[in-house]
Each structure stands twice: as C-alpha cells, then as structure tokens.
C-alpha cells in the first residue's frame, strides 16, 4: 500500500500542474467574486 502511495508521486509534473491551474482559477474566481461585491455595496 506504501509502495502505491509512493507510486502516485511519479506523476509529479501532471500533478503540479493541475495543482497550479486549480489555484490560479480559485484566484480569478476571488477576484471575479470580491470585484463584483465592491461593485454592489457601491450601488
């Protein structure tokens, strides 16, 4: 099972990767969200 587990890190670069994308759009989406929020309360 150990093996395995250590197995799942050979897909290090892919997984980095997907890893980075998730964050930037979580980081867009913040944005997005905090930006439309601003844009209310000035309303």
Known sequence: ???QAI???DLGPAA???LV???IILLVCWVFYTTIM???KDK
């Open 7 to 9: 197995g799942q890190f």
């Open 16 to 18: 980095a990767f997907s």
């Open 1 to 3: 099972l150990v093996q």
């Open 38 to 40: 601003h844009m209310q």
């Open 21 to 23: 994308y998730f964050l």
